[in-house]
């Protein structure tokens, strides 16, 4: 009897490159990506998860024990309607060809799904998105237990890592390099993972009993400013006075100011601990 596969979708992602390479470490791993990469395995396969009949008929023809699906349409990368094609129509399509193979599924969703008017969020608090990336992630995490009700959708906050910059800090460091203006919120309330700590939390998922909606974020709220001038200063980016604090407030309102996450239940169902940003670079950096 082959050896069970665990099917991770948006592998090509930052969250799914690391996915992937926890994964192979515990089991056989099968890699979905959007568009073909130069990556030359043969446990990768390019998939557009708004193709049903291409779901299917990938899914099938695997036979995976497990879906962890973390492929999404990001703020900034897509417009609204390519936010729903993927984050909503593409998440139930996966959600039914994990039933139709018996797989258990494991999706990753978002703080924004909440309006930031009530943080922390408990696990089960409802969605109440008030902007299109919310809106779409939402309609995805209803169509997954309304497909599924024995997946676990997790929902998590902005992710980062020491072994490459995260994609927020990216960006801040290439306009910092421009010499531009940075503005960061900060008013702005959220609970940023490590990436590696996420990804073992999701793997974990895979072979625990537990359904419905979980909170997996670090036990560290910090504003978007904070995060962000946290980052930069471990990566080394001198921001020489183009860093300025702005309240979202005053920019939108369809920005979620308090997105806090209550994450209690999962570091103890998972038997783990999700530090927070000052823990976590305090074991990367001399003392």
């Given at each position: 009897?082959?050896?069970?596969?665990?099917?991770?979708?948006?592998?090509?992602?930052y969250?799914?490159?690391?996915l992937?390479?926890?994964?192979?470490?515990?089991?056989?791993?099968?890699?979905?990506?959007?568009?073909?990469?130069?990556?030359?395995?043969?446990?990768?396969?390019?998939?557009?998860?708004?193709?049903?009949?291409?779901?299917?008929?990938l899914?099938?023809?695997?036979?995976p024990?497990a879906?962890?699906?973390?492929?999404?349409?990001?703020?900034?990368?897509?417009?609204?309607?390519?936010?729903?094609?993927?984050?909503?129509?593409?998440?139930?399509?996966?959600?039914?060809?994990?039933?139709?193979?018996?797989?258990?599924?494991?999706?990753?969703?978002?703080?924004?799904?909440?309006?930031?008017?009530?943080?922390?969020?408990?696990?089960?608090?409802?969605?109440?998105?008030?902007?299109?990336?919310?809106?779409?992630?939402?309609?995805?995490?209803?169509?997954?237990?309304?497909?599924?009700?024995?997946?676990?959708?997790?929902?998590?906050?902005?992710?980062?890592?020491?072994?490459?910059?995260?994609?927020?800090?990216?960006?801040?460091?290439?306009?910092?390099?421009?010499?531009?203006?940075?503005?960061?919120?900060?008013?702005v309330?959220?609970?940023?993972?490590?990436?590696?700590?996420?990804?073992?939390?999701?793997?974990?998922?895979?072979?625990?009993?537990?359904?419905?909606?979980?909170?997996?974020?670090?036990?560290?709220?910090?504003?978007?400013?904070?995060?962000?001038?946290?980052?930069?200063?471990?990566?080394?980016?001198?921001?020489?006075?183009?860093?300025?604090?702005?309240?979202?407030?005053?920019?939108?309102?369809?920005?979620?100011?308090?997105?806090?996450?209550?994450?209690?239940?999962?570091?103890?169902?998972?038997?783990?601990?999700?530090?927070?940003?000052?823990?976590?670079?305090?074991?990367?950096?001399?003392?």
């Amino acid at each position: 009897m082959s050896e069970p596969l665990i099917l991770i979708t948006g592998a090509s992602g930052y969250l799914g490159r690391h996915l992937v390479s926890l994964a192979r470490e515990r089991a056989r791993v099968g890699a979905v990506l959007h568009r073909s990469l130069s990556i030359g395995r043969q446990d990768a396969f390019v998939l557009d998860i708004a193709h049903n009949n291409a779901v299917r008929e990938l899914v099938e023809s695997l036979q995976p024990s497990a879906i962890v699906h973390t492929a999404a349409v990001n703020p900034g990368q897509g417009t609204e309607e390519e936010m729903f094609r993927t984050n909503a129509d593409g998440a139930r399509n996966i959600a039914e060809a994990a039933v139709a193979v018996g797989a258990r599924l494991i999706a990753v969703s978002t703080d924004i799904v909440h309006d930031g008017t009530a943080g922390p969020y408990a696990d089960d608090a409802p969605a109440t998105p008030i902007n299109a990336y919310g809106r779409s992630k939402a309609a995805g995490e209803e169509a997954i237990l309304d497909v599924d009700p024995s997946a676990v959708v997790v929902r998590t906050s902005l992710m980062y890592g020491f072994d490459e910059m995260d994609r927020g800090t990216a960006t801040f460091a290439e306009r910092l390099a421009r010499g531009e203006m940075l503005s960061l919120f900060s008013d702005v309330i959220r609970n940023p993972i490590h990436v590696d700590v996420l990804a073992d939390a999701l793997l974990r998922l895979t072979g625990i009993e537990c359904v419905g909606l979980l909170n997996v974020a670090g036990v560290q709220a910090l504003s978007r400013e904070d995060f962000g001038r946290e980052m930069l200063r471990y990566w080394g980016v001198e921001g020489d006075g183009l860093i300025r604090g702005v309240r979202a407030a005053d920019v939108s309102d369809s920005i979620p100011i308090d997105v806090r996450l209550d994450s209690s239940q999962a570091e103890g169902l998972l038997d783990m601990t999700f530090p927070g940003v000052n823990e976590a670079i305090a074991t990367v950096t001399p003392g």
